[in-house]
């Protein structure tokens, strides 16, 4: 760390450590000289005191001179003689050796250093060698006895001679210790003016290096904050930062304003942000979460597999006010940041369209509007046929249940039990279309396609139990749905009067009387259904009805009206023809299709189903047979009209090769051989190309039937 | 509602429950087989041997069933290693599988779908003493010729 | 090393028992949340596996209280319960990690393994 700073900012330390240490040199310098210049400046007073000294003893000289040639009184010279003399050579004598002076301004002693210059060594020399001059001349005088006239000539006559001498020398040294004084002032000034130019110079090294400095780190700050706006704006993932106090970092990806329609993301607390868009639960769990990868016990590795933000739901309002259903999808990645801080990264990536692309989103909304049209195609219908209906539609999907169920006891039935349900659920979906109950058709046909699905599966793998789940599951639906319209049947009924909500139905042209038993009156639904049905066709044909203007008993009516639903389907998608071909082969425009019931009275039946159309078309049944492998070539070649018939009647052959609502699946005939099985009749079909086929089905009517039926051909 | 998400979510639970007792087995696992999903009739008496029951609140009400024949629980109590197979073992493992099942369940239908611990009952189930939805749907399965099935009433 | 079960079933108490190497020098049961917290007060386990759903006291209530008593036991949770936000609480409550039910033996030691690992590494 120390290395780290050290190596960052040597540039700054080195400059700051020279800064110092400029300033200090001029400081010690300063300090330095400036006590010299003190000591010099004593000197020169000491020097100048000396002069002074050398006047004042030839003065007191004098003085002696004068008050001893009259007699007088001289004492007082001798004693101001004795003082100056005193100060004098003591000074002189610390100048020439170093010693203790009294100081001119204080009075008191003070040690000075022996002069070591040349030109004050040679002033003082002069000065020392006259000096011994005056100390002999002197000396007489300086004793205590009486001065003699012969002492106090000679010293006089030397000290007027020398006095001068002595006074310039002494003025001399004064001039010299001004110029070391003077010499000194000037290396003062200039040992200053070159230090703090120094600093100077360092100082604006100092402040034009951090600018430069400051400079070029704002230019990469921008630059980085350049690119990562750059990055933010383009990325196309909602991005941001979550800090430990889990707030909201102010750099966030611009994308992530466009997956949350908000421009207020910055500085936001996590926790109302979230709660914009997700419930409160979602939005507790995420926190939880999210606070794990700030909790030290936990490895954030041991973590990521357990986020709770994986394609949620979010509710988005736009800025137009429209409320958005999204779904997103949130990664996280702890962060440790320059700063030391640790962060949370997190992804936000919008794959609403994938999920719907995968889901069923959108089923739900058709989903209403199949059930309000289930309640308003149901309530015309009489209450007895709907009941009927309800009756016959429950007993069929108990029967498709237990067809699901058995299928778990032999694991390989599979092809069989699909065959069987799906006649099941055709001769509903012919019922249903006969009462004009398209929604609930719709629903058989979806079955219908779900059924076909499977089968197609199994064709090319091996289907297990699980794949029957849809079939199940809408089984599930229908019962519901039965259920539901029965209870609410029944509370219309008990509000009186749901049968009178449709009129009475009269386009039934019911030959030969005028009656319609209204226990009769889903046959008479016949000739509507015809007609729907023809539509859907693009043909034209008159359904006749014979021999329903006597009572049908309600069982038999159940056995028999699947069949000529069947039937009449049968006819529509195969036999008539359009009207355009029917002109051409000279036929009425429209088709003729006739059902007659007729009984012996002893329980001898004979259903006739007749129409005028193309008759069977008995070389697209040879081509078909082929084709879907049940039979090779030869023996197809082989077979004749009877033969081809009969395959006809087994599964899984149709001359169409569209499937629609009508036909297409090769189930009706089956579902007709079937229900003629369970009347334990006989089923006999003649047919000539292109001008008719019958369909005659005889039967008793009394006990149930056994399985023992036949099927006769004749042309 | 039952939505397909829910029936999936369980043929997968029992997938993987059971390819966890199969490690030892081929990979395509198929010692497990599950039948077609039927429902249940109304009213009528369901359910093999033993069952565990696990109540489910929150967002969606109602029971989870998983009912098996003894010679399964054998089966599988014989795989853990148990060499108890008494009826105090078999009890404590049809409700455990239970509770493992509807427990894996709330990886799809989430925290909100609340489950009870396990209850156990011996021999079948009378409908009348639960408040069923009308036809719930039943997933029979077989392991390794041992039949069970998952009862799903929500 | 010693290891700690605790699960309201037997039977994924002793496929626990039999499953985990020789890692521990002692295993002990408990059979719900007030059980195990004597076993932790007594016996100090360093590692504990911890069922959710149990009657008594839950897995959450046990982990709060036993990070208390014994903050550098080593917990992690088996459950069914497979949904993330059980998951989270879990962690949030001071459990290390987290296995689903069911679990494969090699599942297991790698969960306690990778628990374990974590403490040495940190």
């Not at chain 1, 016990?297 to 409320?323: F, R, T």
């Not at chain 1, 149901?378 to 309800?390: G, M, N």
Request: with cysteine; hydrophobic share 40%.
């Amino acid at each position: 760390m120390f290395r780290s700073i050290f190596g960052k900012y040597r540039f700054l330390v080195v400059s700051i450590a020279l800064f110092l240490i400029f300033d200090l040199g001029v400081l010690t310098l300063n300090f330095y000289t400036s006590g010299k210049i003190a000591e010099q400046t004593e000197l020169i007073n000491l020097a100048a005191r000396q002069s002074t000294l050398t006047q004042q003893m030839s003065k007191a000289t004098l003085y002696i001179k004068a008050q001893k040639l009259q007699q007088w009184v001289y004492q007082s010279g001798v004693d101001e003689l004795k003082e100056h003399y005193t100060i004098f050579d003591e000074t002189l004598s610390a100048f020439t050796g170093g010693g203790l002076v009294e100081s001119v301004e204080t009075s008191l002693p003070i040690e000075i250093n022996a002069l070591t210059d040349g030109d004050g060594k040679a002033i003082l020399d002069e000065a020392n060698r006259l000096w011994a001059g005056f100390q002999v001349a002197i000396a007489p005088l300086m004793v205590d006895t009486l001065i003699t006239d012969d002492e106090i000539r000679p010293a006089s006559a030397f000290i007027a001679k020398h006095n001068v001498d002595m006074f310039n020398h002494m003025n001399a040294l004064t001039t010299h210790f001004t110029e070391v004084a003077e010499r000194q002032t000037t290396l003062l000034r200039r040992a200053q003016i070159i230090g703090i130019g120094l600093a100077t110079i360092n100082f604006f090294v100092i402040l034009f290096h951090f600018i430069r400095q400051l400079r070029s780190r704002e230019r990469v700050i921008q630059t980085k904050q350049y690119e990562s706006d750059q990055i933010l704006s383009t990325i196309n993932e909602g991005v941001f930062l979550v800090g430990r106090d889990l707030v909201m970092s102010g750099q966030y990806s611009k994308h992530l304003e466009t997956v949350f329609a908000t421009q207020n993301v910055s500085g936001q607390r996590l926790e109302s942000f979230l709660s914009n868009y997700f419930p409160t639960k979602t939005v507790d769990t995420a926190l939880e979460f999210v606070r794990l990868y700030f909790l030290d016990h936990i490895d954030s590795s041991l973590i990521a597999d357990v986020n709770p933000l994986k394609k949620v739901e979010a509710n988005i309002v736009l800025e137009n006010g429209e409320l958005q259903r999204k779904y997103l999808d949130f990664s996280f990645a702890y962060l440790q940041t320059d700063s030391g801080k640790p962060s949370l990264l997190v992804t936000v990536n919008d794959i609403t369209a994938g999920v719907l692309l995968e889901g069923k989103e959108q089923e739900s909304a058709g989903e209403l509007e199949q059930k309000i049209s289930l309640i308003t195609q149901t309530l015309p219908i009489p209450e007895k046929e709907l009941q009927c209906f309800f009756d016959e539609s429950l007993a069929s999907f108990d029967s498709i249940n237990t067809l699901l169920k058995d299928t778990g006891r032999v694991t390989d039935s599979y092809e069989n039990t699909l065959t069987r349900i799906s006649r099941e659920a055709h001769k509903l979906k012919g019922n249903a279309a006969a009462l004009e109950l398209d929604w609930f058709a719709n629903r058989m046909h979806q079955f219908e396609d779900s059924l076909e699905a499977i089968r197609t599966r199994s064709r090319v793998s091996r289907v297990s139990g699980e794949d029957l789940l849809p079939l199940t599951m809408q089984l599930k639906e229908c019962y519901d749905d039965i259920e539901v319209l029965s209870e609410l049947k029944k509370k219309l009924l008990s509000y009186g009067g749901a049968n009178n909500v449709k009129p009475p139905l009269n386009r039934v042209e019911n030959v030969g009387s005028d009656k319609q038993p209204i226990e009769n009156k889903r046959w008479f639904g016949l000739v509507n259904y015809t007609n729907r049905v023809a539509a859907e066709k693009d043909v034209v044909v008159d359904l006749k009805l014979r021999g329903f203007n006597k009572i049908v008993p309600a069982p038999l009516t159940e056995k028999l009206y699947p069949i000529v639903v069947q039937l009449v389907r049968n006819s529509v998608s195969h036999g008539i023809e359009s009207q355009l071909t029917r002109s051409n082969l000279k036929k009425p425009n429209h088709g003729q299709i006739s059902v007659s019931l007729s009984d012996d009275r002893k329980g001898n039946y004979r259903l006739l189903f007749e129409d005028d159309g193309r008759g069977f078309d008995y070389e697209a049944i040879r081509t078909d047979i082929v084709k879907k492998g049940l039979i090779d070539e030869a023996a197809a070649m082989a077979l004749g009209k009877t033969g081809l018939v009969r395959y006809a009647f087994i599964d899984s052959i149709s001359s169409h090769s569209v499937v629609d609502t009508v036909s297409g699946r090769g189930v009706g005939l089956p579902l007709v051989w079937e229900q003629v099985r369970q009347l334990n009749g006989k089923l006999k079909v003649r047919s000539v190309q292109n001008e008719f086929t019958q369909f005659i089905i005889d039967f008793k009517y009394e006990a149930q039937s056994k399985d023992n039926a036949t099927i006769q051909k004749a042309s | 509602m039952i939505e397909r998400k829910h029936i999936d979510v369980f043929i997968e639970g029992l997938r993987h429950y059971f390819s966890h007792l199969d490690l030892t087995a081929k990979d395509d696992n198929d010692s497990l087989y599950i039948g077609a999903p039927y429902l249940m009739e109304t009213d009528k008496e369901a359910g093999l041997d033993y069952t565990g029951v696990i109540s489910i609140s929150g967002n969606s009400t109602g029971h989870i069933f998983f009912s098996a024949k003894s010679s399964l629980l054998n089966f599988i109590l014989l795989k853990y290693g148990e060499r108890d197979f008494s009826e105090l073992f078999k009890r404590d493992l049809v409700g455990e599988v239970a509770n493992t099942l509807a427990g894996n369940a709330r990886k799809v239908l989430g925290s909100e779908f609340h489950i009870s611990p396990p209850k156990v009952i011996n021999g079948k189930i009378n409908p009348r003493n639960y408040r069923l939805s009308s036809r719930c749907y039943i997933l029979p399965m077989r392991w390794n010729s041992n039949k069970a099935e998952l009862i799903i009433s929500i | 090393m010693k290891l700690l079960i605790v699960d309201d079933s037997l039977i994924i108490r002793n496929k626990i028992d039999r499953c985990i190497l020789q890692r521990f020098s002692e295993v002990m049961h408990a059979e719900n949340g007030k059980q195990a917290l004597e076993v932790v007060i007594a016996n100090k386990p360093d590692v504990i596996t911890m069922d959710l759903t149990m009657p008594h006291m839950s897995g959450n209530e046990a982990v709060k209280e036993i990070i208390k008593i014994a903050p550098n036991t080593r917990i992690f949770v088996v459950s069914a319960l497979a949904d993330k936000a059980t998951a989270i609480s879990a962690l949030t409550y001071g459990a290390n990690g987290f296995l689903c039910k069911p679990f494969s033996a090699a599942e297991l030691n790698s969960a306690i393994e990778r628990i374990i690992n974590v403490e040495l590494s940190a």
